[in-house]
């Protein structure tokens, strides 16, 4: 496990490619983006629960911590690059490697990740609804403190309108819009 751990440590020292390339000059960490993902999972997981519906909240956790594991190993990589590598294929098989150190937690973990890619679950629908917001959130941010040109972070909205959640959560998506306007 200790492999492992110094491993996902890299993710700490390991900044968010968009930001940096479109002029933020000491944009988040990885692990930065990770840990809100984590924290907007559990808060909307509870709320959803609390309206009845049937979803996992110590799952969705699970594949918030698990979805950006593989930049670990192959980095952050931008919208750009991903133009010319396959980053799906990349991380799986990155996540695979990484999580082979642990044992007989690792196919279950490897499913989780790729609930999460694939969206074929409730929760892993929930964490790309979260990372999403997050990224939307982190642009308002970084706005606010007087960056430009990135319009295309805000486009994730169009994701959250979309989402089968947004019933759930419009009045919320619908401030996170209004902070841009003001």
């Known amino acids: 496990m200790i492999k492992l751990f110094l491993e996902v440590g890299k993710l700490k020292r390991l900044p968010r490619m968009g930001w940096l390339l479109r002029g933020v000059p000491n944009p988040e ?14 808060l909307l997981a509870d ?15 699970k594949i918030a911590l698990l979805h950006d594991l593989g930049e670990a190993k192959i980095t952050d990589l931008p919208l750009d690059a991903q133009r010319y590598i396959d980053k799906k294929k990349a991380e799986k098989k990155a ?9 007989n937690k690792s196919l279950e973990y490897f499913k989780l990740f790729e609930e999460y890619g694939e969206e074929s679950s409730l929760e892993g629908k929930l964490v790309k609804f979260a990372d999403k ?13 007087g960056f430009r040109n990135l319009g295309e972070f805000w486009s994730a909205l169009e994701y959250l309108k979309k989402s089968e959640f947004y019933k759930y959560f419009q009045e919320l998506i619908d401030e996170v819009e209004k902070l841009r306007k003001n």
Not at 29 to 42: E, G, K, N
Not at 133 to 145: C, I, P, R, S
């Open 133 to 145: 917001l997050e990224m939307v959130l982190q642009a308002y941010e970084y706005e606010k403190a």
């Open 95 to 103: 996540v695979m490697e990484l999580l082979l150190e642990i044992g």
């Open 29 to 42: 960490s990885v692990a930065d983006h990770s840990f809100r993902v984590a924290f907007i999972t559990l």
């Open 47 to 61: 709320e959803l629960k609390g309206k009845g519906i049937d979803i996992d909240v110590e799952k969705a956790l």
